[in-house]
């Protein structure tokens, strides 16, 4: 399979996945990181195909759903994921929700930390089209 970039040459932007995740930019990039582990190969050589495909843009997540050999290895490889958490006690699951409630509400940190020192170093710069400091005469 061709694993080049899509026409644009750039890789598919965060846009595309803020509908299934509720509009959360943090959701969005844990679904980018786990796409990103999947084209490395973890899950296998159809999801690997897969996750490239959605991430270089050629192929949206939704239609990567309905493509047969994506779904039955996504289902193959999250069996053993179904089967230990109907093994674990309420409270395992109770434990491991928290811990992805954590995870969230760290990357939402980051991404504010990110927006805010982005926002100081705009205010902070003159841009050289501002029309401050300059005069005609």
């Given at each position: 399979m061709d694993s080049s970039p899509n026409s644009s040459g750039k890789p598919v932007d965060d846009s595309e996945f803020l509908e299934m995740t509720q509009q959360d930019p943090a959701q969005v990039k844990i679904l980018r990181q786990s796409l990103e582990h999947l084209?490395?190969?973890l899950g296998g050589d159809a999801l690997k195909e897969m996750a490239r495909e959605v991430l270089s843009g050629r192929m949206s997540l939704r239609e990567a759903a309905n493509v047969s050999a994506y779904a039955e290895q996504a289902v193959e490889q999250a069996a053993p994921l179904a089967e230990k958490w109907a093994s674990m006690s309420d409270r395992e699951r109770d434990e491991l929700a928290a811990e992805g409630e954590r995870r969230l509400a760290e990357e939402r940190r980051q991404l504010d930390d990110e927006r805010r020192a982005e926002s100081e170093n705009r205010s902070g710069v003159k841009s050289r089209h501002d029309g401050r400091g300059?005069?005609?005469?």
């Open positions: 084209a490395s190969g300059w005069s005609l005469y």
